[in-house]
């Protein structure tokens, strides 16, 4: 009775069902590989040319043309499609499955679609939803409260309206609403071309840290409290704050931003980052993350940005993202 | 006044239960804290990788080769094999490998100097170029996004060095492959994780892992004289008000001792070099203006967690000394039992393990679990004897030895297996 317990063990160890080494990643963590994987998945669709064929899963697919999109609207798609061409859907559609466009993609108010590939430009209409994932190799534009759940990414610029909610997001530029002010090119400063090679000091604090107005700093700041960055201020240099961490219109922040709270960017500011909070990130009009030239990632579990905010590389929110003013 | 020591060992146990089981529910129940796992876009920097290797003759190729395939750009990735006095065909394997690879491999040839992995990396410092150096083992198969999620949290100012998941790669060999899986898991998925979901002291463990080269400056670079120079760093480090952050998504294959000789060796260089640093640094650490009050504790607990098993060993001495001389201590002996059996191990404890081995999907390795007794049991009686040794050797002035870990890897390991 004693030996019962390790009957399983003695048998686990025998006939070894779980001995081969834990699986690590393998892949580099692109949105661009969901893109690659559909390609492959309808090759079949691509190379037979006909209206249908069965695909790898033994699911049938489906070519999409010009002259099938009177009948699309209304009943769900339930086929995994493939446009040779440019498609303008001027009604809702609902695509169940995945959908790849060999073209431009035009899409009514209040589609909704699972997971698209676009090798053109993008429009989404107002309330269109992305269940999975979207990437468009040219330009997207998503309408007034669209949700972009899973992931969204594009080659060129992304552009969210009001009221869009996202989660992840990443593009060569990502703007909130219309873009008012010329993007930033490259770092106005210069220097060191990553944040973490700037060879400057550092800068601890025991409790909360304080830049006033116009003041201009040189140095890495690490502070244990609170960190409150006052208006038009120069950081040559990285902050982290343990607590809240704001940032008063105007400044210049030649750096990253990481925080365990919230952090709060005001108007018209420039940071090179990467802009990291453990809880949540709110944007102020006119202000850019990144540049065209050093894209950078902006992460917390809830990001919200103000029409007219650009960032250049990723946005990443963990819970909820949303354009709001 | 054998019940009072039997008292002050039954606290010790108990505080170090208490530990193991904040870990576990943090873990499985609490706020996963991986503020920099996302990051996955950013001006890169350059980056130099130390490979140390002694006598690796078997395994270097591998790690040489899947470091030439990560994903990060490659005019920003400086390799550097650490070929430290081998002598075996170590040297020309890697020779072989710059060969191929023109202007992307920069051998450092160790021939003589102090023994060591610390010395050689000292000395290896040179070759460093840029502000972050990654070290790997040569028996570590890293996998191709590794590199930038190593060195995504060094974009936070505070983070003096990163580490990252040590993964087995030999499970399947032997008993003992097993069971060190399983340990690795527990120590890795639960317990490194678990401290850095509460702000407390991750390990910097000297391999899968990066040092910022302006922290390292600042605390006037590796430590020689220790036998355990990434606890020595994680230590001086922090002191310094520099933190050590681990990344549980950065995993990489290593490979774990296949013979019981092998992994006793390990253990007893591991406890030695954990108590040297536990001697040295466990004062300061309590009393730095640097740290919160649950930093100092953690880091403490942490100094002194090879310590445990003689004091657990001596604890059960007592046990039945006071058993059978007729002295009830307060039920003690049955707390002593239950606390005892939660605090064996390296770092990982069995519930620790259960639920690592739940958080990696895995469902029928945990069928193994009580033959981790046997594991636990070896490893309680080595670092105990290496305590020992280590007094007795401080005491007649001997100088503590390096030993390398034997490698068995026969043929080239395909990745991503």
Not at chain 1, 175 to 184: E, I, M, N, P, W
Not at chain 1, 206 to 216: M, V
Not at chain 2, 144 to 157: K, Q
Request: with cysteine.
């Amino acid at each position: 009775m004693l030996a019962a317990p390790l009957v399983p063990s003695l048998r686990e160890l025998y006939r070894r069902r779980d001995a081969t080494p834990l699986p690590t990643r393998t892949d580099n963590g692109r949105i661009e590989n969901f893109a690659q994987s559909l390609r492959e998945y309808l090759a079949p669709l691509m190379r037979e040319g006909g209206s249908s064929c069965r695909l790898r899963d033994g699911i049938q697919g489906r070519v999409l043309r010009s002259c099938d999109i009177p009948d699309l609207s209304g009943a769900p798609i339930e086929t995994p499609a493939f446009a040779p061409h440019s498609l303008v859907f001027p009604l809702p559609v609902c695509f169940v499955r995945d959908l790849y466009i060999r073209g431009d993609a035009q899409f009514a108010n209040d589609s909704l679609l699972r997971a698209v590939l676009v090798e053109g430009d993008a429009v989404l209409g107002e309330r269109t939803s992305i269940a999975r994932w979207i990437h468009v190799l040219g330009n997207l534009e998503a309408g007034p409260q669209a949700g972009l759940f899973g992931r969204a990414s594009a080659i060129g610029t992304i552009t969210l309206r009001h009221g869009t909610v996202f989660e992840r997001v990443r593009a060569g530029s990502i703007c909130a609403g219309t873009q008012t002010k010329t993007l930033r090119e490259t770092s106005p400063v210069g220097g060191a071309s990553s944040p973490i090679d700037l060879r400057v000091g550092r800068v601890r604090s025991h409790g909360d840290f304080h830049l006033r107005d116009s003041d201009a700093f040189q140095g890495h700041i690490v502070a244990m409290g609170k960190v409150a960055i006052a208006d038009n201020v120069l950081v040559i240099g990285s902050v982290k704050a343990r607590s809240s961490l704001e940032i008063g219109s105007g400044s210049h922040l030649e750096g990253t931003v990481v925080s365990r709270g919230a952090i709060s960017i005001a108007q018209r500011c420039y940071i090179k980052g990467p802009v990291l909070s453990e809880k949540e990130i709110v944007i102020g009009p006119g202000t850019q993350i990144g540049t065209p030239a050093s894209p950078t990632t902006v992460s917390a579990p809830r990001v919200r940005i103000a029409p007219g905010v650009v960032v250049c590389g990723t946005i990443w929110a963990r819970e909820s993202g949303e354009v709001t003013a | 006044m054998l019940v009072d020591l039997f008292t002050v060992v039954i606290v010790l146990i108990c505080v170090y239960t208490l530990r193991h089981y904040v870990f576990t529910i943090s873990r499985v129940f609490g706020r996963q804290r991986q503020p920099y796992s996302d990051v996955d876009c950013a001006d890169w920097p350059f980056v130099t990788i130390l490979i140390a290797a002694h006598n690796e003759e078997a395994v270097i190729s591998d790690c040489i080769r899947a470091l030439l395939e990560v994903d990060y750009p490659a005019d920003k990735l400086k390799i550097v094999p650490v070929n430290d006095r081998s002598t075996d065909r170590t040297r020309e394997i890697i020779d072989d490998w710059v060969a191929r690879n023109p202007g992307r491999i920069h051998p450092f040839h160790r021939t003589g100097g102090k023994p060591g992995k610390a010395a050689a990396l000292r000395d290896a410092m040179r070759f460093v170029k840029g502000s972050i150096f990654l070290v790997f083992d040569a028996d570590y198969i890293p996998g191709r996004s590794l590199i930038r999620e190593l060195v995504a949290p060094f974009f936070d100012p505070e983070v003096g060095s990163v580490m990252g998941r040590v993964v087995p790669i030999n499970v399947g060999k032997k008993l003992i492959t097993r069971l060190l899986d399983l340990e690795r898991s527990g120590g890795y998925q639960v317990d490194q994780q678990a401290r850095m979901n509460l702000g407390l002291v991750p390990q910097y463990g000297g391999t899968v892992g990066g040092v910022r080269v302006g922290a390292l400056d600042e605390i006037k670079g590796w430590a020689e004289n220790t036998l355990a120079e990434d606890t020595d760093l994680t230590v001086r480090l922090l002191l310094a008000g520099w933190k050590t952050v681990y990344v549980n998504r950065a995993e990489c294959y290593e490979e774990v001792p296949e013979r019981w000789p092998v992994r006793v060796r390990q253990i007893m260089r591991w406890a030695k070099g954990h108590n040297q640093v536990m001697v040295r640094y466990s004062a300061a650490l309590l009393r730095s203006p640097n740290l919160s009050i649950r930093e100092r504790l953690d880091g403490a607990l942490l100094l002194g967690v090879y310590a445990m098993a003689p004091v657990l060993l001596l604890g059960w001495l007592l046990a039945v000394t006071l058993f059978y001389t007729g002295v009830e201590p307060w039920g003690g002996i049955a707390v002593l039992a239950l606390a005892a059996f939660t605090t064996l191990g390296n770092f990982a404890a069995f519930y620790e393990i259960a639920a690592a081995a739940r958080l990696d999907n895995s469902r029928e390795r945990i069928c193994l679990l009580p033959l981790t007794l046997l594991g636990f049991t070896v490893s309680v009686v080595s670092v105990s004897k290496a305590a020992w040794t280590q007094v007795i050797d401080s005491i007649r002035g001997a100088e503590l030895n390096w030993q390398k870990t034997e490698r068995t890897r026969v043929a080239p390991v395909a990745l991503g297996q």
